[in-house]
């Protein structure tokens, strides 16, 4: 694609995210599944629905566009969940592992925070004011999952793993 506009700009990032929802859509209950902690396990199958409408929302945009969604994909979602199946596959305590997966998650997260960010001041620019908004619903989803998983980590998971710690 070439890029000669903010319009086309937005759209291929709008690809982007769409395929990265997409791969996260397959690998969450991968992550899930690997979770030893139930509140974990619990967050991953939450985060899986909230995911799901985070694709629907792109291809409201592009249905309003006109447009596929279509595109490239995202390779930096490739290399973030390829380091999750990483941790998924490590030997060792499951406290720690799942210390791990938040980690991980967390990276997940604080990337597509980015992304959304970034497309969401992207239509208000070009006037998109209900993609605009859509973006804002699935940027908050975002940070407040990035929040819970930092609770989770820094309340229960973390501890938990360091108490396997070596003195």
Partial sequence: MELQSLQDLYVEQLRDLYNAENQLINALPKMAKAASNPALRTAFESHLEQTRGHAER???????????????????????????????????????????LVACAQRVEHYEIAGYGC??????????????????QTLNEEADTDKKLTKLADQILNRQAASHSVA
């Fill in 119 to 136: 497309v969401r001041s992207y239509a208000k620019l070009l006037n998109d004011t209900d993609g605009e908004q859509l973006l804002q």
């Fill in 58 to 100: 792109i291809e409201q945009i592009f249905d309003r566009l006109g447009m596929k969604p279509k595109g490239e994909k995202c390779k930096a979602m490739e290399g973030l969940i390829a380091e999750g199946k990483e941790m998924i596959d490590m030997d060792g305590e499951d406290e720690i592992r799942d210390a791990g």
